[in-house]
């Protein structure tokens, strides 16, 4: 079988491209909540130190120039993102412990001690710390103080509780005693436990940790408590 023919000085047609999709016009803010959105998703999977710009680009679905446009430097965008994640988290805190009458003193510490564990947030946190940003006057706890809105919520709930009533200064240690706790455990819990002789971390740990901690939390605030 002989192929066909070509005429002298002719080439095939090639195909022409297929234009590229036009680009989503998003209003700033809109942008900026998504590339947020995905530096998180990353560091919830890879950690701060595998996640760079072009990554957070590739997982938002937007160009490399437009990350730069709003963060500038990797550092910055992963700053915006913990901030951002920790603002998120204290809302549905104080949401919950201001709109559920019943919740008690261990639910609440239950909140802190879910958030901390997170992987996302244990990683986001280790890298403010490591890389010396919550000594900056411009980390995101000293600008929004939201420990301090937690202590707020929790007071206002004892002194409209009518039972014994707790101090601001109890309630202020409470919370750093629970975000220490849970802010350590959840960095170094998978060595804590083998040292213990358990090997492996799991969830029935996990919550053998937190009951342990809240335990020793109410008695602290039982025998801080003052009658009215």
């Given at each position: 079988?002989?192929?066909?023919?070509?005429?002298?000085?002719?080439?095939?047609?090639?195909?022409?491209?297929?234009?590229?999709?036009?680009?989503?016009?998003?209003?700033?803010?809109?942008?900026?909540?998504?590339?947020?959105?995905?530096?998180?998703?990353?560091?919830?999977?890879?950690?701060?130190?595998?996640?760079?710009?072009?990554?957070?680009?590739?997982?938002?679905?937007?160009?490399?120039?437009?990350?730069?446009?709003?963060?500038?430097?990797?550092?910055?965008?992963?700053?915006?993102?913990?901030?951002?994640?920790?603002?998120?988290q204290r809302r549905a805190?104080?949401?919950?412990?201001?709109?559920?009458?019943?919740?008690?003193?261990?639910?609440?510490?239950?909140?802190?001690?879910?958030?901390?564990?997170?992987?996302?947030?244990?990683?986001?946190?280790?890298?403010?710390?490591?890389?010396?940003?919550?000594?900056?006057?411009?980390?995101?706890?000293?600008?929004?103080?939201?420990?301090?809105?937690?202590?707020?919520?929790?007071?206002?709930?004892?002194?409209?509780?009518?039972?014994?009533?707790?101090?601001?200064?109890?309630?202020?240690?409470?919370?750093?005693?629970?975000?220490?706790?849970?802010h350590g455990y959840a960095?170094?819990?998978?060595?804590?436990?083998?040292s213990l002789g358990v090997?492996?971390?799991?969830?029935?740990?996990?919550?053998?940790?937190?009951?342990?901690?809240?335990?020793?939390?109410?008695?602290?605030?039982?025998?801080?408590?003052?009658?009215?």
């Amino acid at each position: 079988m002989t192929a066909p023919k070509v005429k002298a000085g002719r080439r095939p047609k090639a195909h022409k491209p297929a234009p590229p999709p036009p680009r989503t016009r998003r209003k700033p803010e809109e942008a900026r909540a998504l590339i947020l959105s995905a530096c998180q998703r990353l560091l919830a999977k890879d950690g701060p130190d595998a996640v760079g710009l072009k990554d957070v680009a590739a997982a938002a679905g937007v160009s490399h120039a437009l990350v730069t446009h709003y963060f500038g430097s990797i550092d910055a965008l992963l700053h915006a993102a913990l901030e951002d994640y920790s603002v998120q988290q204290r809302r549905a805190a104080l949401a919950q412990i201001m709109g559920e009458a019943d919740l008690s003193p261990r639910q609440w510490m239950r909140q802190f001690f879910d958030w901390a564990s997170r992987p996302e947030t244990a990683r986001m946190l280790a890298f403010g710390f490591l890389k010396g940003l919550v000594s900056s006057k411009d980390f995101f706890s000293r600008k929004h103080r939201g420990a301090a809105r937690v202590v707020d919520a929790v007071l206002a709930r004892s002194e409209a509780s009518g039972g014994p009533r707790l101090a601001r200064a109890d309630i202020e240690l409470m919370v750093l005693v629970v975000l220490s706790a849970t802010h350590g455990y959840a960095l170094g819990r998978e060595g804590y436990w083998p040292s213990l002789g358990v090997d492996a971390a799991g969830s029935p740990e996990d919550d053998r940790f937190f009951e342990g901690l809240a335990d020793m939390v109410e008695l602290y605030l039982l025998a801080r408590a003052r009658p009215r």
